[in-house]
């Protein structure tokens, strides 16, 4: 599918919110909210936006019932997620992207979403805005970079260059491709179904949270075996975030595992990129053109 950019955040605009995996606190709900109320946006809320079903925010139609309305309104110009958790996945093949063909728009958040960008890019070649959601929006500060998200959503100068630090070059070289990517047990997921994610060709993104390196360390290999290293034009890992050993268990380093299952391969590879779910998290286009230069320290997206 030819990726699709959405027509920038206007001023002003009218900004769904759905929740499609995960229930939210109705205090950070409230609090985000607001946030998006000061900055001088309209809400429209979903339906069923505080359902709970145990780890669920509702029923299976309750959630694709509320992000499907989202798509299909015209007036909205983005779609922003409540929170991520676990539940995206149960509700792709209820999801109708038909509207969204003739009428983009953007949709930002991280985690779960990983799931509904890649059926929502295989569909309509929109990209999915990998950055903060509601959640996020509780007046902290630090959860995420304000300048980065805005710059992202409305289109400023400079939005599509991300920079990185020296030390986390792990591989030199450059390479251009396809950004596809999300939280890495998400795309492990989805191998073997109708929405996995085709990295033949691309820069892959991935980031983790609240996982133990050997369970990194499984996944990875998964990617594997599945051949999805086979082909990529480069490998970018965000911020791997409380994925610390547990207290006296034997561990590999991340550097370790990247070295054992990237054998025989030549992209260049980033770590401790800005991006996932470590405070500080940049917002980041998946599904859009992008170049990676590590001489330069420069990822940018090429729309």
Known sequence: MTPRLPPPLKPGARIGVVAPAGPIRP?????????????GYQ???GR???????YLAGTDAQRAGDLNRAMADPTL?????????????????HLDFSPLKSRPKLFLGYSDLTAFYAALSKATGIPGFYGPMVLNFNGAGKEFGEK?????????????????????????????????????????SLVGTRYDVDTRGSILFWEEVDEEPYRIDRMLNHLRMAGKFRGLKGMIVGKLHRCAPRKGTPALSL???LHDHLKGTDFPVVIEFPAGHAPGKVTLPIGLPARLNTRHKILEIVA
């Open 27 to 39: 205090q950070l709900l409230r609090e985000g909210l607001a946030y998006l109320y000061r900055r």
């Open 43 to 45: 809400v429209v809320e």
């Open 48 to 54: 069923h936006l505080l359902a709970h079903r145990g």
């Open 77 to 93: 110009g983005a779609v922003i997620f409540a929170r991520g958790g676990y539940g995206c996945a149960r509700i792709l093949d």
């Open 148 to 188: 980065s998200l805005w710059s992202v959503l409305e289109r400023k100068p400079g939005w599509n260059r991300f920079s990185f630090s020296k030390r986390g070059v792990l591989r030199h070289g450059s390479g251009e491709g396809m950004l596809v990517g999300g939280c890495l047990s998400l795309l492990a």
């Open 255 to 257: 550097r370790e595992m």
